[in-house]
């Protein structure tokens, strides 16, 4: 197991969660997640979501990525990309449990009253309500930002993104931000010191202290 050294620059891209995507036709994206076959440890897609338009995530199969002086581009346009599959699934289930029929991208025709104060609307009592989940293919994961890092002996900060090679995709490191607010850095955990990538987030077979003396970002 290695614990030295940072991403090498000359090489592996850096797949920041919440950074900018741009299609082929110069249309803004965002990159919500990234989806991981946790045996190989190598990115499969990317979740990306058109700019301003919340609940439109696409997966992205990592074959139509590309990155140019550490942008990361999408090899279709946007037109395209809408004929990818949605990210989400949601579903709406009134009072008595029964399943609402509402399709993926639907979004003007669900009853204003069950979507919640994500979009700005409270639910009334009573009214049907919604349920989002992830669409991940069978056996991989997704790695938001923001997830938990847990070493050996406890917790030592959240997840920022990966870095990958993109010559395989294989992720190289996992990018951590550590610290408070006041004292916040970045630092490059290697994929080897990495034990488990799931659902509860990233265990890493390090201490904390460990931790602390890898390089920054």
Same mark, same amino acid.
């Given at each position: 197991? *290695? ?19 741009? @299609? ?20 499969? %897609?990317?979740?990306?979501? &058109?700019?301003?338009? $919340? ?30 599959? @949605?990210?989400?699934?949601?579903? @709406?289930? *009134? ?18 009253? /069950?979507?919640? +104060? ?6 009334? &009592?009573? *009214?049907?309500?919604?349920? @989002? ?16 890092? %847990? ?14 090679? &993109?010559?395989? $995709? %294989?992720? +190289? $490191?996992?990018?951590?931000?550590? /610290? %408070? ?37």
């Amino acid at each position: 197991m *290695s614990n030295s050294g940072a991403p090498d620059p000359g090489g592996a891209v850096e797949y920041a969660i919440g950074c900018a995507v741009a @299609f082929s036709d110069g249309g803004p994206g965002e990159l919500l997640r990234v989806v991981i076959d946790p045996v190989a440890r190598a990115v499969t %897609h990317l979740v990306v979501e &058109p700019k301003h338009r $919340h609940g439109q995530g696409r997966l992205v199969p990592i074959d139509l990525i590309e990155e140019s002086d550490g942008e990361i581009r999408l090899r279709c346009s946007t037109p395209e990309f809408e004929d990818l599959e @949605f990210a989400e699934e949601t579903s @709406f289930v *009134s009072e008595t449990g029964e399943q609402l029929g509402y399709a993926d991208g639907e979004i003007f025709m669900w009853p204003y009253y /069950g979507i919640g +104060t994500e979009i700005g609307m409270t639910a009334v &009592p009573g *009214s049907p309500q919604a349920y @989002f989940s992830s669409r991940v293919p069978a056996g991989e994961v997704e790695v938001r930002r923001g997830e938990r890092v %847990h070493c050996a002996d406890g917790d030592i900060g959240r997840v920022r993104g990966l870095v990958v090679d &993109p010559g395989d $995709h %294989h992720v +190289t $490191h996992v990018l951590l931000e550590e /610290g %408070h607010l006041w004292g916040k850095k970045a630092v490059a955990i290697p994929i080897g010191a990495v034990a488990e990538v799931s659902e509860q987030g990233v265990r890493v077979d390090l201490s904390r202290a460990q931790v602390r003396e890898l390089p920054r970002v």
